[in-house]
């Protein structure tokens, strides 16, 4: 593919609900990262994917949030009983390989979370 | 823990004028640094990287950044701004999380703005 792609591009929710959001990585890049970036802040960490290992969910931060890689390729972050302090862009990024911590991310365009 | 730090939330230069964008580190070890930039309603892009050799790195769009080892900085510079140059801008370090895997610690931005 041409690049990372997310979707949706925005999403409205209601508290309580719970909401999807996909990504679909660059084809062969290994490895796939989630993001949150709140207005203000600097991206924040959530979930990291590489190949077939277990993903290092060690940036969550509740177990409202979840995430899963299909086949390696796509993936999908989940919140569910969404509050509004979950609002934010939610970024994904996909690496080649993430051997050295050195690679290069190239990011998505973001789905934009808003939580009412 | 590594940490990075954008010290201005803003800067504002004169087209055609040198431009700065600071970031310092810390980290042990040998730093893995970072610049991306976000323009606005788009993704965020590679501008470079330092890993290791020369301290003067070059990148996209006509940018560098010198890693400075005794000041553990690594900042954003371009000799002639351009209003396209107006985006927002990240640094970020490598870090080697409790789970053994390699991440990104990002500043919180630093907004850019070039006045005709």
């Known amino acids: 593919g041409a690049g990372v792609s997310q979707s949706p591009s925005n999403k409205v929710t209601e508290k309580g609900k719970d909401v999807e959001l996909r990504c679909d990585p660059i084809?062969?890049?290994?490895?796939l990262y989630w993001y949150r970036q709140s207005l203000g802040q600097g991206l924040e960490f959530l979930i990291y994917f590489q190949g077939n290992s277990a993903p290092d969910k060690s940036g969550l931060p509740s177990d409202r949030f979840s995430a899963e890689r299909t086949g390696g390729s796509v993936s999908t972050l989940t919140i569910q009983r969404t509050q509004q302090e979950d609002s934010a862009v939610y970024l994904c990024?996909?690496?080649?390989?993430?051997?050295?911590?050195?690679?290069?991310?190239?990011f998505g365009p973001g789905t934009r979370l808003l939580v009412l | 823990a590594q940490s990075v730090a954008q010290p201005e939330d803003q800067v504002n230069v004169a087209e055609g004028n040198p431009l700065t964008v600071k970031c310092t580190y810390s980290?042990?070890?040998?730093?893995?640094l970072f610049w991306y930039v976000q323009y606005p309603n788009r993704g965020l892009q590679f501008l470079l990287k330092y890993i290791t050799g020369d301290n003067l790195v070059k990148g996209s769009y006509g940018f560098e950044a010198e890693f400075n080892k005794s000041q553990t900085s690594f900042h954003l510079k371009k000799p002639s701004a351009l209003v396209s140059d107006s985006a927002l801008y990240f640094c970020a370090v490598r870090e080697y999380n409790l789970r053994g895997n390699y991440q990104l610690i990002w500043g919180a931005g630093t907004k850019l703005i070039i006045k005709p």
């Open positions: 990024a996909s690496t080649r390989t993430s051997g050295s911590g050195g690679e290069t991310q190239y």
């Open positions: 084809s062969g890049h290994t490895a």
């Open positions: 980290v042990s070890g040998n730093p893995y």
